[in-house]
């Protein structure tokens, strides 16, 4: 029926007081606000699924709230009153104004059919509610005119959502859904510029008026009110032009840059000054080589520009005139020393160089008489805020990203951390999650953090928003929840983000927000073009105007300086209807397709976080008072370095449709979304397999094993393993599904050098860890766990169930093949549970001999269901090397040898593996001039004989 058809017919009726439906009465309830989305169009759906459709979400029409409560008989209605949308049955409708409530009218008593009774009339009380009063009725004629208007356009919206669109459009049948929108922000002024540079972190200053802009080796100043192009920056004598900028300017409107000199561009050695007021440099000197381009190694404040130099090496100048105000940490030839500086703090980490086994830049291991330190100085002063000892091995500086109250970005051992400090310089409290190597320091760079007052912001998870932190007392004001919006940096007392949305036709578009640093309220600015194909990198502000580069990506076009105004009051409160854009960080934007029984992305956010404290200790990644880690990875790589191991545990919710990363996208012969269950089985299959490994971009696997089915996990799950006889690394690789979530645990451990596998736990731990974990976030997430998988799995099974300490085990043979070197105990130090032991025996002495050796009676796997012999089979099978006979049940021997060139020296290193049931022997033997390859032979099967005598 087409909508002529049922305004001529529905109308009349209703306004005459009748109406076509038997029964029709209207109750009425207290005012409802209205709510802030809006329904969607039905497209494709019959005439009548669209009546129930609209009927059933509640259409909002002139301030009425309608709700229908005979779906039933509308169902059961003739074809002919089906058309029509209405069926000759009891019809319930709630009308709810936005005004006033209107009380509840019955039918006039005199009506046929009646049967309740005169009617009281009714008058308007001074609150706004409708009731009885003596007199005459006319004021309940008018309420009943209303009313009757009220149903009418209720009545036909309905329909009309079932014939067409509400939002209208050009009448294709498509999704038609009034979008409302914020303004279009209308440039202040827009200038051609040359392209921006921005490889050297960051592309200019505002201040004074000037915005100035790095253009390749070039400095221009445009006039932040009209765009007109005020200076352009001179070198002085000797340098060739620009090759880094400060982050910022100081109070006086002085910028920091550094020059190259003028026979090398690369050779970018000279500080300076630069007055934004007129461009001119004030003075530049030599100064040496930046330890890195950019920001991070330069920085100016009222009392001093500071360069921190090759190696660490900090120098500052005073800003007027360059003067030479010292050194607060001297040049180190180690590279052990760290600094950081922002204008007005200067901290540094320091450590003296000491004879080491290792020494590599960045870490210097502590020596016996020299020790680390930790200071904090402000401007130009000699003598530091505070002073503190420090640990040497993985702690640096990444950033300060506070001055009142101090807040440091810190590596300590290995974990990033956001520590605030004390008047001692005592660390005080950690904010947020453990950091990864991709998050910014400097206030403009993606994900924060960022400071305001006494308000911290920063990323809580890829996927899971930000969360505003109050420095005072470490407690959470307000969450952004995922994919609200991209942050930008501190504007005022704001923080400056870019909504982006799905605009019509499926396009993008980026609105400004801003949002209150201390209360989180949202407003809106306005739509600005050029941000919304992606995040521009040439993007500043000042307190009156946003700067954005416009460029459309044709090197044959000219660039655009671009100058909006920004709102004093930060943008309108106004809410409008939005739909963000698919993005790659696994955010929620699909919303067809879901059931009921489907897990939502933002329930498992923090799921990763159910991981018990018995796992992290099982591979003694577990550090008390230590935050959670934003990656999901807990690992330790500086305690000691060499002796890695990691617990990394990965929890997605999947979506109907796919994620956007490849896989399902579609039912099979459907227009219809594929269901997010089909989708979470197709990324279960994946994993595992040699494309999954090679998608993984870490790149550190070990050999795993074929997958193996595991029970008690979930819907299903999987598990892969690898172990080797000498313990340098272990891997147990765990998938499981629950409904649409995937979870997938990886434990993995990794110790390259002999003498560090002590510090990394035993292969059957690292496996009943993995299982452990996933055990842990499947029951967070309410999935079926078994009893035996939510414990920690103690080892058993195998002939051979305890070892010999090692060091004993040898103390003699290893004193006649090694004289005067010392036994040192690589057992694990976590505890082994008497199934593994080993030693090393070395001298400092170059040209030493060198002796290492491990014993496993290795247990059932937890995780592959294979017994203690299987395992220790598939360990020697691993191993390179000849078959030996003679020897337990089975072994191989791996020779090698090389010639110095210089003294012409014969270097021999034999490794013999040797299994008897499920024991595992392994021997690493090497020692220059040996007289022959028999004689190393005949010692390595002499110790593993000793060895397979001391297993119980």
């Known amino acids: 029926m087409s909508v ?3 305004r001529s017919k529905l109308l009349p009726v209703l306004w005459a007081g009748g109406s076509p439906v038997d029964g029709f009465r209207l109750r009425s309830s207290r005012a409802q606000p209205q709510s802030r989305s809006q329904p969607h169009c039905p497209s494709t759906a019959s005439h009548t699924a669209g009546v129930h459709e609209a009927v059933d979400r509640g259409l ?4 009425l709230h309608v709700r229908a409560h005979a779906r039933a008989a509308l169902a059961r209605a003739r074809p002919s009153d089906e058309a029509f949308g209405v069926g000759r049955k009891t019809l319930t409708l709630e009308a709810r104004s936005s005004v006033a409530s209107v009380g509840e009218t019955r039918r006039d008593p005199e009506r046929p059919g009646d049967t309740r009774g005169p009617r009281r009339p009714r008058g308007l009380g001074g609150d706004g509610e409708i009731r009885e009063v003596g007199g005459t009725s006319s004021m309940t004629r008018r309420a009943r005119t209303r009313i009757r208007v009220a149903a009418a356009l209720t009545l036909l919206g309905a329909l009309l959502a079932g014939t067409g669109c509400t939002g209208g459009g050009d009448g294709d049948g498509k999704d038609k859904r009034a979008l409302t929108r914020p303004k279009k922000l209308e440039p202040a002024w827009e200038t051609r510029v040359p392209e921006a540079s921005h490889s050297q972190g960051g592309t200019g200053w505002s201040a004074d008026g000037i915005i100035a802009r790095q253009q390749g080796t070039q400095l221009r100043g445009y006039d932040t009110r009209t765009g007109k192009k005020r200076w352009t920056l001179k070198p002085p004598e000797g340098t060739s032009g620009v090759c880094a900028l400060s982050a910022g300017t100081n109070s006086a409107g002085l910028g920091g840059l550094m020059l190259a000199t003028e026979r090398n561009e690369d050779d970018c050695t000279y500080a300076g000054v630069v007055d934004l007021a007129d461009g001119k440099v004030k003075w530049a000197k030599h100064v040496g080589r930046l330890s890195d381009i950019g920001p991070a190694s330069l920085s100016i404040g009222d009392e001093a520009l500071t360069v921190t130099r090759d190696c660490h090496g900090v120098g500052q100048y005073r800003p007027r005139d360059g003067k030479s105000l010292g050194t607060r940490l001297e040049q180190d030839e180690a590279c052990a020393h760290q600094a950081v500086h922002n204008g007005r703090h200067l901290a540094v980490h320091y450590a003296p160089a000491a004879e080491a086994r290792d020494v590599a830049p960045d870490w210097v291991p502590p020596g016996d008489s020299t ?5 904090l100085y402000e401007g130009a002063d000699d003598k530091p805020v505070w002073h503190t000892e420090a640990g040497r091995g993985g702690d640096r500086m990444n950033g300060i990203v506070s001055d009142d109250p101090v807040v440091l970005d810190i590596t300590r051992e290995g974990h990033r951390l956001i520590q605030t400090y004390d008047a001692a310089g005592r660390p005080v409290r950690t904010f947020g999650k453990q950091l990864d190597g991709s998050s910014g320091v400097d206030g403009r760079q993606g994900g924060g953090p960022y400071v305001q007052g006494d308000t911290l912001v920063m990323d809580d998870r890829p996927g ?14 307000w969450r952004l929840p995922a994919g609200r919006a991209q942050a930008l940096g501190v504007w005022k007392d704001r923080l400056l983000a870019v909504r982006r949305i799905q605009d019509t036709g499926g396009r993008s578009a980026a609105w400004l927000v801003t949002y209150g640093m201390r209360d989180g309220r949202e407003r809106t600015v306005g739509r600005i073009a050029e941000l919304s194909a992606g995040m521009p990198p040439a993007v500043a502000w000042d ?10 990506g044709d090197p044959d076009e000219a660039t655009h300086l671009v100058a909006y105004r920004l709102p004093s009051s930060g943008g309108d409160t106004r809410r409008y209807t939005a739909e963000p854009m698919p993005s790659e960080d696994g955010i929620e934007v699909q919303k067809r397709g879901w059931r009921r029984s489907d897990v939502r992305p933002d329930a498992v956010s923090d799921a990763c976080e159910a991981t018990s404290t018995a796992a992290l200790r099982a591979m003694r990644v577990y550090r008390k008072g230590m935050p959670p880690p934003l990656s ?10 060499h002796a890695d191991r990691s617990l990394s545990v990965q929890v997605t919710a999947h979506q109907p449709g796919g994620d956007g990363q490849g896989g399902l996208s579609r039912k099979a012969g459907s227009r219809s979304p594929a269901p997010a269950v089909a989708v979470a089985e197709e990324a279960y299959r994946k994993i595992g397999s040699k494309a999954d490994r090679e998608d993984d971009a870490s790149g550190e696997h070990w050999p795993l094993g074929a997958p193996s089915p595991l029970d008690g996990l979930g819907d299903e799950a999987k598990a892969s393993v690898f172990g080797s006889a000498d313990d340098k690394g272990s891997e147990a690789l765990v998938a499981a599904r629950h409904r649409n979530v995937v979870v997938k645990v990886r434990a993995r451990t990794d110790a390259p050098v002999a003498y560090k596998r002590g510090e990394v736990p035993p292969r059957h731990r690292v496996e009943a860890a993995a299982e452990l974990a996933a055990a842990d976030v499947l029951a967070h997430l309410g999935a079926d766990v078994s ?6 799995a103690k080892p058993a099974g195998g002939r051979t169930t305890e070892v010999e300490p090692a060091c004993e085990r040898l103390r003699g043979e290893a004193a006649g093949l090694l004289p005067g070197a010392k036994a040192q105990d690589t057992t694990p130090k976590g505890g082994a549970d008497g199934r593994v032991t080993g030693c090393e025996w070395s001298t400092e002495a170059d040209g030493s001999p060198s002796l290492a050796v491990r014993v496993s009676a290795l247990p059932d796997s937890p995780l592959t269901g294979d017994d203690a012999q299987d395992v220790a089979e598939s360990e020697l099978a691993a191993e390179d090397g000849a078959k030996v006979s003679g020897l337990g049940d089975a072994a191989r021997i791996d020779r090698d040898s090389f010639t110095f060139e210089r003294t012409g020296d014969l270097h021999r290193r034999h490794e013999l593996t040797v299994r008897k049931d499920n024991l595992v022997v392994h021997i690493d033997y090497g020692r220059w001039a040996h007289p022959s390859k028999s004689r190393m032979d005949s010692d390595v099967r002499r110790l593993a004989r000793r060895l397979l005598g001391g297993a119980h």
């Open 787 to 792: 009893a035996s998988a939510r414990r920690l």
């Open 632 to 641: 999901c990875v807990w690992q330790e790589q500086f305690a000691p370095r």
């Open 4 to 6: 002529p058809e049922v």
């Open 60 to 63: 909002r029409i002139r301030g």
């Open 464 to 477: 899971a928003g930000q969360s505003a932190y109050d420095l005072r007392t470490g407690k959470v004001r």
């Open 543 to 552: 307190d009156k105007h946003l700067y954005v580069d416009r460029d459309s």
């Open 371 to 375: 020790q680390a330190h930790f200071a």
